[in-house]
């Protein structure tokens, strides 16, 4: 029997998928895995996309039943922190961390405690630094878009936290964008700082497949 992969996370997972057809994944790193695997392991794994752009870690808790637990995933993947980010900056003035950390562990907890045997690995948040992102957030003046960037390392550090609390397999996609990123200009990899261009995709699809390796 096949075994059902399932990438979950915001808009870096969710990339326009389909959402009345699974086999259209989206354009970034969940379409380049699942070709690679697909081609690799033919009818072996089955893919399932259910990122959804916008969502915190609170929003994916919210939909655990239709999203995850019934799906009974085998293997499920996870990227979720830049919109906590955001969000704490815009509402609650930052440094909101503790309580990000607090919430993604009860979501890893309540999802292990349903489904024991499933395989999960975490990716952390990033952001690419660039005239492009200054320039997308500049419309919100309540940002204060330098110690924003600052903060993405509590956030990483958050998430590197909770896949050690559970034993989970974790990858810092940032020190890895921060390398290409001397390669090529941010604009090469990225449009806003935040979202990716197939080039950036490629570094996660990357580091998916890594993780991948240990679990599988």
Same mark, same amino acid.
């Given at each position: 029997?096949?075994?059902?992969?399932?990438?979950?996370?915001?808009?870096?997972?969710?990339?326009?998928?389909?959402?009345?057809?699974?086999?259209?994944?989206?354009?970034?790193?969940?379409?380049?895995?699942?070709?690679?695997?697909?081609?690799?392991?033919?009818?072996?794994?089955?893919?399932?996309?259910?990122?959804?752009?916008?969502?915190?870690?609170?929003?994916?808790? $919210? *939909?655990?039943?239709?999203?995850?637990? !019934? +799906?009974? =995933?085998?293997?499920?993947?996870? /990227?979720?922190?830049?919109?906590?980010?955001?969000?704490?900056?815009?509402?609650?003035?930052?440094?909101?961390?503790?309580?990000?950390?607090?919430?993604?562990?009860?979501?890893?907890?309540?999802?292990?405690?349903?489904?024991?045997?499933?395989?999960?690995?975490?990716?952390?948040?990033?952001?690419?630094?660039?005239?492009?992102?200054?320039?997308?957030?500049?419309?919100?003046?309540?940002?204060?878009?330098?110690?924003?960037?600052?903060?993405?390392?509590?956030?990483?550090?958050?998430?590197?936290?909770?896949? $050690? *609390?559970?034993?989970?397999?974790?990858? !810092? +996609?940032? =020190?890895?964008?921060?390398?290409? /990123?001397?390669?090529?200009?941010?604009?090469?990899?990225?449009?806003?700082?935040?979202?990716?261009?197939?080039?950036?995709?490629?570094?996660?699809?990357?580091?998916?497949?890594?993780?991948?390796?240990?679990?599988?």
């Amino acid at each position: 029997m096949a075994k059902l992969i399932l990438f979950q996370g915001d808009s870096i997972t969710d990339c326009k998928r389909n959402r009345e057809d699974d086999r259209f994944t989206g354009s970034g790193y969940a379409t380049i895995v699942s070709g690679r695997l697909g081609l690799e392991y033919p009818g072996e794994y089955i893919f399932k996309n259910r990122g959804i752009g916008g969502n915190k870690v609170t929003d994916i808790y $919210a *939909r655990i039943g239709p999203d995850i637990l !019934d +799906l009974k =995933p085998d293997y499920m993947s996870l /990227i979720v922190g830049i919109n906590d980010l955001f969000r704490d900056h815009l509402f609650c003035g930052g440094q909101r961390a503790e309580r990000f950390e607090r919430d993604y562990s009860n979501l890893i907890e309540s999802i292990l405690c349903e489904l024991p045997n499933l395989k999960i690995f975490l990716m952390s948040p990033f952001v690419l630094p660039c005239d492009a992102f200054y320039e997308e957030y500049k419309q919100y003046e309540e940002l204060n878009l330098p110690q924003l960037i600052s903060d993405i390392s509590l956030y990483r550090e958050a998430t590197k936290n909770v896949a $050690a *609390r559970f034993s989970l397999p974790h990858a !810092d +996609l940032q =020190p890895k964008l921060d390398k290409a /990123i001397k390669l090529a200009p941010a604009e090469f990899w990225t449009p806003d700082g935040v979202h990716l261009y197939p080039s950036g995709h490629e570094i996660i699809a990357s580091e998916w497949l890594r993780l991948f390796e240990q679990v599988k």
